[in-house]
């Protein structure tokens, strides 16, 4: 922690401070000195030799938190115990627990939901499988399981280190739409082996959702799931963001005054998302789609090793273009970055057509800045919390999933995705639209209920739900 800078955030510093020795007011003038800015204190023990206080100090951008703790180290009569920030005591003992929906206060309770009356139900689910929607928590719970081997911007960190994110997405599961989810990080980046633990865990859970799986291992592990599974398999990295991006680019278009038929789309960083948002483009009608990626414009002429590139080129750029982004730029309506921080420059937009659409989204650090943009385009969305339009996951896979789950899919296909991205662009008025507001907020309650809705729809219209429900 001490080497961790921090932005605009409060770090809580543990001291041991001697009696005989220390000067409390020297402690706070050296965190001043350092940059920081102490805004609490509380003392936690003491006696006559020594006090152990916690401070909570506030640090900016450019406060590194070494250097407050050198300063602290140099005083005599200190010993810093421990430094923390609020994020990481959110997550000490993790974000979610398991509690029983009904207390178990004597033998008769203890009866009923163990031995012996619980065998009355195993019996009946074992004459019925399908009873296993009704009588276990099969019928609102879903498995959020990753290898750890594509976490965020992080890469391969491997199942433990992926754990806060898995949990954090069952949280979201859980507020947003109601959904128990639990976080499953697999030792193991062996597509056969996921598929498999994934078959074996299938009978405890509704659905299951793929998350932070590297490309190209995403694809297949889905597609085999999807096939060898009655349940809804979803890969969020892949479909969650594709649903977002076409929602928000749904509402960029309506706001310019360009048809999704006549747009010339210009797609770079063609992985796991790449590929789901062209599917998702595509599958509404997009005809003039052209991807991206580091040889260049993929166009059928050429030959890749990446299996998913070969089918990418042949379904896109029906006129074979070459070249690179700058080639691909030319006269097009819409950028969609899926890539790496930076790469897009303003030249690129000077060369794009009237009203320029960009959704720059790689994260952390998107293909360009707004600020650096803001008076070329029509539209500017990112995948960052601090600047408009973001474009969240969030705002799709709760829903998604609440749908699913409560007609009993066997699977999440395209018609469904189309009417989650359709439900959450419409829940942004001709009233609010605008070129700062394409896209609602991740707590506009009206989105989860508006997806469930229309998700339900499709999938009794296109025949995968086994329950009618409304």
Not at 53 to 60: I, M, Q, S, W
Not at 161 to 169: I, L, N, Q, Y
Request: overall charge negative.
């Amino acid at each position: 922690m001490k080497d961790q800078a921090l932005d605009g955030k409060t770090v809580i510093i543990r001291l041991e401070l001697e009696a005989s020795k220390a000067h409390f007011s020297k402690v706070v003038s050296a965190i001043e000195e350092a940059g920081g800015d102490t805004i609490a204190i509380d003392v936690i023990q003491t006696n006559r030799e020594s006090t152990i206080r916690d401070l909570t100090v506030k640090v900016t951008e450019a406060v590194n938190i070494g250097r407050i703790s050198k300063a602290l180290e140099a005083l005599p009569g200190v010993r810093i115990v421990n430094t923390s920030d609020r994020t990481f005591l959110l997550h000490l003992g993790g974000k979610i627990t398991v509690q029983p929906k009904t207390p178990i206060q004597n033998r008769d309770d203890l009866s009923r939901v163990y031995t012996p009356e619980v065998a009355r139900v195993c019996t009946a689910i074992h004459e019925d499988p399908s009873k296993a929607f009704s009588l276990t928590i099969k019928r609102n719970t879903v498995a959020v399981v990753s290898d750890g081997s594509a976490v965020l911007g992080l890469g391969n960190i491997g199942p433990q280190a992926a754990m806060p994110v898995m949990e954090g997405k069952a949280m979201l599961f859980k507020q947003f739409a109601d959904v128990d989810a639990f976080p499953i990080c697999l030792d193991t980046q062996d597509t056969e082996a996921i598929i498999s633990i994934c078959k074996a865990i299938a009978p405890a859970f509704g659905g299951i959702n793929l998350e932070d799986i590297s490309s190209p291992r995403c694809f297949e592990i889905e597609q085999r799931l999807r096939e060898e599974l009655d349940i809804p398999v979803f890969h969020d990295d892949q479909h969650g963001t594709a649903v977002v991006l076409y929602a928000g680019l749904l509402n960029a278009l309506r706001l310019t005054g360009k048809r999704l038929t006549d747009a010339r789309i210009v797609v770079c960083g063609i992985g796991a998302a790449g590929t789901a948002c062209t599917k998702m483009l595509l599958a509404g009608g997009a005809r003039h789609v052209l991807g991206v990626d580091r040889e260049g414009i993929l166009t059928a002429d050429k030959e890749y090793e990446h299996p998913m590139w070969n089918w990418y080129a042949r379904s896109t750029n029906p006129e074979r273009l070459g070249g690179g982004l700058a080639e691909a730029l030319k006269g097009a309506d819409v950028f969609i970055g899926l890539s790496a921080g930076g790469i897009l420059k303003r030249g690129h937009i000077q060369s794009m057509n009237a009203d320029p659409i960009v959704f720059a989204m790689a994260n952390p650090e998107p293909e360009i800045r707004p600020e650096e943009a803001e008076d070329l385009v029509a539209v500017f969305a990112t995948g960052r919390s601090d600047y408009p339009n973001q474009i969240n996951n969030v705002l799709c896979f709760p829903g998604i999933f609440r749908g699913a789950l409560d007609c009993r899919a066997t699977t999440i296909n395209e018609a469904m995705k189309l009417a989650a991205a359709e439900a959450i662009a419409s829940t942004v008025g001709e009233d609010e639209l605008s070129r700062m507001y394409i896209i609602p907020s991740v707590f506009n309650q009206r989105v989860v209920e508006e997806v469930r809705r229309r998700v339900v729809q499709a999938a009794r219209e296109s025949g995968v739900a086994r329950r009618n429900t409304r």
